[in-house]
């Protein structure tokens, strides 16, 4: 009797610290995963081109092909973007279509038309119909790449 007592009490107390060391290991897990999404995913956006008042600048803030981040494209009248090498801005992603987005200068406004992509174009995380006016900040989805608009 004692014995099977003091396994079961060895057992018990395997199990507990076994429990602790897994919860230790999760909390430790998630922390890093927090800190690291909590880094900025570019230390500077603005440092490396310059933009004119006239012109505005898409940066791209999240990709599937991390040599984009953190790229801006700065432009005048118009941008166009899409998976084919005929748009200013190339997006190598099966989500893209080949003519997918364009933003222009419209009334000293910029707007931003999904092109009758398949996979639409979001605008701060709504789908967009037609042409929709972009502001300074807008968060623009094409495929796996997001965009920030600033001007």
């Known amino acids: 009797m004692q014995v099977t007592a003091v396994v079961i009490k060895a057992l018990s107390v395997v199990l507990q610290y076994g429990m602790l060391f897994f919860l230790l290991f999760f909390v430790y897990r998630a922390a890093r995963l927090m800190t690291a999404a909590a880094r900025p995913v570019v230390e500077d956006i603005y440092a490396e081109t310059e933009i004119t008042a006239?012109?505005?600048?898409?940066?791209?803030?999240?990709?599937?092909?991390?040599?984009?981040i953190g790229r801006r494209f700065a432009f005048g009248d118009s941008i166009s973007i899409g998976r084919g090498d005929a748009n200013d801005i190339v997006i190598n992603?099966?989500?893209v279509s080949h003519r997918h987005a364009r933003v222009e200068?419209?009334?000293?406004?910029?707007?931003?038309?999904?092109?009758?992509?398949?996979?639409?174009?979001?605008?701060?995380?709504?789908?967009?119909?037609?042409?929709?006016?972009?502001?300074?900040g807008d968060i623009i989805s094409i495929g796996t790449v997001t965009f920030q608009f600033g001007r």
Do not use: C, H, P
């Open 93 to 95: 992603d099966g989500y």
């Open 54 to 68: 006239a012109e505005a600048v898409l940066t791209v803030l999240e990709a599937a092909d991390e040599s984009m």
């Open 105 to 136: 200068l419209w009334n000293n406004l910029y707007v931003i038309e999904d092109l009758g992509s398949v996979n639409k174009t979001y605008v701060n995380g709504q789908e967009i119909a037609g042409r929709q006016y972009l502001q300074s």
